[in-house]
């Protein structure tokens, strides 16, 4: 253990009125964002080292996430409405800071951001291949939508503006490619041209939003199967977490992202592309337990675009990683020079691979959606 970490922890515990002696931690590898530790302390019951009690300590990235109280507020709001509909699941509790007045979710010295939650014992799945697990993801995130149907959007702040506006992603490229500012264009000439050429493609569920035609909702924002936690045995999910992203915004773009990272035949970050592109019965699984929760809640025009915002989404993250090597890898954490390169490449095998599968995408979903279209 580093001392300086954990003379950190120690301190934050202490803020976060955390009793007991901080035994051990482990940085745990969540997410390309924030940093996580999972911190131990010895419970006071007389178990002594047997019985260890975790919580999860995260420093939030403040310059991912600019407005990191709104955040809060916006995770607060959320989980507490969950927790009343549902207080018998498994949920997420944040804790608070201080005594009396002025008790926080967070500790922020206006440099770092620290927040403490409760640690639920369970495993995650990086890539996964058991369609029983992946059904049971597609349930987690349609259940997500369902329980916040009746929450009003607009109680929500838009913590990162424009987070889902693929129209806006493209003209932040766009205008980084014009400035050239670690001198790294010239290399990624073919990545370019690609993202480029499909643009107007790409855009379709930011336009039909921005057109009126798909409703604004309440959604998750960044639905990754890693970020649902299953039960160790039964592989049941228990609850979806990395609410950071929680704001309106359009459905197409769970269910897209979800599958962009849980349908890929490989990481989102691998070298060898010769693997990658999608999974349809991964997809198949995915949507059926999406809609089986959601499908008497969406529009028909939600539904027949399920499968175009997979391609949507897929860009968007394109157009993000190819952006953030273009500026100096500024925004995702990386762990070697061309990390965010590599993301691009393998996210563009990914795209290229929808497109030709699309026709049997959209057939899958008509599929799901007719099935369990008023069943319950
Ligand atoms: C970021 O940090 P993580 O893994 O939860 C990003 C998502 C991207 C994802 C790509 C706030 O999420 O939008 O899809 O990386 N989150 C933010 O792996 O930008
Ligand atoms: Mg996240």
Not at 278 to 301: H, K, P, Q, R
């Amino acid at each position: 253990m580093d001392s300086k970490v954990t003379g950190k922890l120690l301190k934050i515990g202490e803020a976060f009125n955390i009793e007991g002696p901080l035994f051990s931690y482990e940085e745990l590898n969540m997410g390309n964002i924030n940093r996580t530790y999972k911190v131990n302390y010895i419970r006071d019951d007389g178990t002594g080292l047997a019985k260890l009690k975790p919580f999860l300590f995260q420093r939030v990235n403040t310059y991912a996430f600019k407005n990191p109280i709104q955040l809060m507020e916006n995770i607060d709001r959320v989980t507490e409405y969950i927790r009343m509909k549902r207080p018998d699941s498994v949920n997420l509790h944040f804790h608070h800071t201080g005594r009396e007045d002025g008790r926080k979710t967070y500790l922020f010295d206006g440099d770092e951001f620290w927040r403490v939650c409760n640690f639920v014992p369970s495993v995650t799945f990086m890539t996964c291949d058991d369609l029983n697990i992946i059904r049971n993801a597609g349930k987690a995130f349609g259940d997500f939508q369902t329980v916040l149907a009746d929450f009003d959007p607009a109680q929500l702040y838009y913590t990162i503006p424009d987070f889902h506006d693929t129209r806006k992603r493209y003209e932040k490229l766009e205008h980084d490619i014009a400035s050239d500012s670690c001198g790294r264009v010239a290399e990624v000439k073919d990545e370019i041209d690609y993202i480029l050429s499909v643009k107007d493609k790409a855009c379709l569920l930011t336009d039909l939003f921005n057109e009126g035609k798909l409703p604004l909702r309440v959604t998750h924002n960044d639905t990754k199967i890693n970020n649902v936690l299953f039960d160790e045995e039964t592989h049941d999910a228990l609850v979806v977490i990395d609410l950071d992203t929680v704001m309106p915004g359009i459905v197409g773009s769970d269910f897209g992202d979800a599958i962009r990272f849980a349908a890929n035949y490989t990481e989102e970050d691998s070298r060898d592309t010769s693997k990658t592109g999608i999974d349809l019965n991964v997809f198949w699984a995915f949507a059926e337990g999406f809609l089986s929760e959601t499908v008497d809640a969406l529009t028909n025009l939600e539904i027949d675009t399920l499968a175009a915002s997979c391609f949507s989404l897929t860009c968007e993250l394109v157009t993000r990683f190819l952006d953030d090597y273009i500026d100096g890898d500024k925004y995702f954490k990386i762990n070697y020079p061309e990390h965010n390169l590599v993301r691009t490449r393998c996210q563009i095998a990914l795209a290229r691979d929808m497109e030709r599968k699309m026709e049997a995408m959209d057939a899958i979903v008509k599929g799901c959606a007719a099935k369990y279209k008023n069943v319950k």
